[in-house]
């Protein structure tokens, strides 16, 4: 998504996990998915390197919606719709 702009989506819940290692940031989007509504977004901060590719591919495997990634500061901000 290359026209993805992060400050053009609503998000309902930002989850920081700057400094977790794999598997924790995954780990906390599972966690953080449940709390907020249908169509509604997760915003996971995150420093591991492994995060921009395996929430891309967890998000796709449960049924949600991948909306992009953004680069911050030595961190990914990526963004994840819940469909279900």
């Not at 920081?16 to 290692?21: E, I, K, L, T, V």
């Not at 492994?50 to 901000?77: C, I, M, Q």
Request: hydrophobic fraction near 35%.
């Amino acid at each position: 998504m290359t026209d993805f702009n992060p400050d053009e989506v609503q998000v309902n819940k930002t989850i920081d996990a700057r400094g977790s290692a794999c598997p924790g940031p995954l780990l906390e989007a599972k966690k953080g998915i449940g709390s907020v509504p249908v169509n509604g977004v997760i915003e996971i901060m995150s420093s591991d390197a492994s995060t921009k590719n395996d929430l891309p591919v967890w998000a796709k495997k449960v049924g949600h919606e991948y909306l992009g990634t953004a680069t911050a500061d030595g961190f990914d901000r990526i963004f994840i719709r819940r469909k279900k």
